[in-house]
């Protein structure tokens, strides 16, 4: 288990961390999610010990680790630009912290074959970090970090560097690794779905504070403020009140509740359809409907509809 | 103009400044054979300016090379107050005439300079004599292995040291499997630039040595000395081999070439 507590951190005027607690199951999958500026790579690198905070503590494993150098501290850090060994091979990157601790030389040759398995680079162990792509070098990353079985796993934005498919593959890929290895890991993201489809806990940041933690769909279905709400998902105002597009009802004819609009636009993207409406009290507001849900509508542009929030859906007032 | 005539024109900028005053000192040393060329490199005289020449580099380079490496690290990575006025002085070097920093050696360590009568008390004697060759050698090649160094180190950025750090790896690890091999190659550079500079080293030598025959004379002292004395063939013979020395160290640096590791 990690838990940090009362962190603060500023860096000159810039304050990156305010009063920052947060606990990381053991064994859990956890995201710090926020955009950017918003202090989670702060965090993370002072859990690595890579940064040191102004004020607060770390515990990691039930010790206080906040003075610790990051060799100390029995962690595993994946960066997001790989940080790879660039003059040794895959091998010798993987084996990197067990010759440190100068294990015998059978023993690190097995491990390093096993984890070369795992991450699936087999038969990559005598190449350069230079003949990888980009997905195979921060799996190498992953490799290397867990080759030492650091008590908790710390990702960087590790898919950060890496297109949209390498980026889909290596998230799916990570939760199954860590349901084989079960290692403690914390992941900093900006990318809410990332964060929404790894991880079992998600911490949401913004300004150097921590807005909400909680499971992903506790977070996507009860967001404690409008920026939690905003950050994990669309969303939309109608009235006073700010919903999800995919909670709103759209009918030819009134209904109890609603209220009155006039389509603007309507979107075809391919399953979904995204139809923008002008609403009679003067402000605008989108609903996401699936292409049968719209085709049965046969909406067009100039359409008078009524709109209304779905019953028992996430919303809170503005 | 056309790119043909700009590379005519560089080409012939090379040629009259370097190539063909090099190549005329070749061609004057090797006219009346080698027999000649052969008897005035090997005079007791030009043996020991060899040997000599050779062990003030062999001394200074090494040291200017470890410098070199430390103080990049320090300007490089460190975060001090001051930082910015060292990096200036790196450079001094290069900005002061040789002379001056030969003169500069007799203030200081002279019989009449500061340390002079502590030195001479503990009978230690640097100026006109080998350890003053060698400090001014040092100063007049300091700034090269620093400047090869640290934009290699800037480059390549921190994060592969940092990465070590978490992988448990002591900073002296670090530094010998991480570091050291990631800017080998800026540090063979240096010391090739440092090498050819102590080699070729006048002015400052020339005014610390004292200029004594087989003592401490260099090559470069020797090459000036057989000029003075009317010995031309001779000063070109020694020149000769200065520029050989030159050269294979230039030819050291080529086969040494970073192994390019496919990009």
């Known amino acids: 288990m990690i838990a940090v507590r009362d962190i603060s951190k500023r860096f000159g005027a810039f304050e990156a961390l305010h009063d920052v607690s947060l606990e990381v199951p053991a064994g859990s999958l956890t995201a710090l999610l926020g955009p950017s500026g918003s202090g989670k790579s702060t965090l993370l690198r002072i859990i690595a010990g890579l940064e040191f905070p102004d ?42 912290g067990l010759r440190v601790r100068k294990r015998p030389r059978p023993e690190i040759d097995a491990r390093v074959k096993e984890l070369l398995g795992i991450v699936g680079l087999a038969g990559y162990a005598d190449r ?19 080759a030492v079985e650091p008590e908790v796993l710390l990702l960087d934005e ?31 993201t900006h990318d809410q779905e990332e964060a929404m489809e790894v991880a079992d806990r998600i911490a949401v940041l913004n300004e150097g504070r921590v807005e909400q933690v909680g499971g992903p769909r506790e977070l996507y279905e009860r967001p404690a403020n409008d920026f939690v709400m905003g950050f994990l998902g669309p969303v939309t105002r109608i009235g006073a009140e700010l919903v999800r597009p995919h909670d709103l009802k759209i009918a030819p004819l009134p209904e109890p509740g609603s209220a009155e609009a006039q389509v603007t636009r309507v979107v075809h993207l ?25 085709d049965e509508l046969e909406l067009a542009d100039g359409d008078i509809v009524h709109v209304r929030t779905l019953g028992g859906r996430t919303r809170i007032s503005a | 103009m056309s790119r043909v005539g700009l590379r005519a024109v560089a080409l012939a900028y090379l040629a009259v400044l370097l190539l063909v005053p090099v190549g005329v000192v070749f ?65 001094l070097p290069f900005a002061i005439s040789p002379v001056v920093i030969g003169l500069a050696l007799i203030l200081v360590y002279g019989r009449n300079g500061w340390l002079g009568s502590w030195l001479s008390d503990h009978g230690i004697q640097i100026i006109f004599a080998v350890p003053g060759m060698v400090l001014a050698t040092i100063f007049v090649s300091l700034p090269f292995v620093v400047r090869e160094v640290a934009p290699v180190l800037r480059e390549i ?25 990631s800017i080998r ?62 050269l294979a160290t230039l030819l050291a640096m080529t086969v040494i070439n970073p192994r390019k590791e496919p990009a």
Request: glycine residues 10%.
């Open chain 1, 128 to 146: 350069h970090p230079s003949q990888l792509s980009g997905g195979q070098r921060q799996r190498m990353a992953l490799a290397r970090a867990l």
């Open chain 2, 27 to 91: 061609y004057k040393t090797f006219e009346h054979g080698l027999g000649a060329v052969f008897d005035s490199v090997t005079t007791p005289a030009a043996i020991h300016a060899f040997w000599l020449t050779i062990e003030v580099a062999v001394i200074a380079v090494p040291l200017n090379a470890a410098f070199g490496v430390i103080t990049a690290l320090a300007l490089v990575r460190g975060r001090w107050r001051g930082k910015s006025l060292v990096n200036a002085i790196i450079d």
């Open chain 1, 270 to 294: 391919g399953f979904e359809v995204r139809v923008e409406l002008a609403l009679a009290d003067g402000g605008e507001t989108s609903v996401q409907l699936t292409k049968s849900e719209a």
């Open chain 2, 157 to 181: 950025g921190d994060e592969q040291e940092q990465a070590a750090a978490t992988l448990g790896a002591s900073s002296w690890q670090t530094f010998w499997r991480v570091t050291l091999p």
């Open chain 1, 158 to 188: 590790p898919f950060g560097a890496l297109d949209a498919k390498v980026r889909a593959e290596l998230r799916s890929w990570l939760r199954r690794l860590h349901d084989e290895v079960h290692v403690t890991t914390v992941l900093v």
């Open chain 2, 185 to 246: 190659w800026g540090i063979a550079y240096g010391v090739v630039l440092s090498t050819a500079r102590a080699i070729g080293e006048f002015g400052a030598v020339s005014i610390v040595s004292g200029k004594v025959a087989g003592q401490t004379e260099t090559l470069t002292l020797l090459v000036e000395k057989r000029y003075g004395n009317f010995d031309v063939a001779g000063a070109y013979a020694a020149s000769a081999l200065l520029a050989l020395i030159a």
């Open chain 1, 55 to 96: 004020s607060g503590s770390v515990l990691i494993a039930g010790d206080d680790a906040t003075a610790r150098p990051p060799q100390q501290r029995g962690i595993g850090f994946v960066f997001q630009h790989y940080a790879a060994f660039k003059h040794m091979t895959v091998h010798d990157n993987v084996a990197f």
